[in-house]
């Protein structure tokens, strides 16, 4: 089994920052993409950015050019850096795990994000 814990959620004001992190442990074997993935009420559950390594990095067009996602492999941990926040980007986040070779999926249980206008 698979252990995620997401950090760093909380209330900002439109056009601040915050910054996710989220520490995986547990039974990870392989290469494994790591994401968030955000969902708002009365809305579907959406991919906001996943990272294989640096070089392999995919984000949602609504988020590009203002956030980045990063990770540590030393620690197993993935960050979601979120700059010039927008009340639209309200909603809880999720952390998941993929582990590649056996595509088993894992989720955190989501730290909400809230942003003010």
């Known amino acids: 089994q698979v252990q995620l814990v997401e950090s760093g959620g909380g209330l900002v004001q439109a056009g601040g920052s915050l910054r996710l992190s989220c520490a995986a442990s547990?039974?990870?074997?392989?290469?494994?993409?790591m994401g968030w993935y955000r969902q708002a009420p009365g809305k579907q559950r959406e991919l906001v950015a996943r990272i294989i390594s640096a070089d392999t990095t995919n984000y949602a067009d609504s988020v590009k050019g203002r956030f980045t996602i990063s990770r540590d492999n030393a620690k197993n941990t993935v960050y979601l850096q979120m700059n010039s926040l927008k009340p639209e980007d309200t909603a809880v986040y999720y952390c998941n795990l993929l582990q590649i070779f056996t595509n088993q999926n894992y989720w955190g249980r989501g730290t909400q994000v809230t942003v003010s206008s």
């Open positions: 547990g039974a990870i074997f392989g290469i494994t993409a």
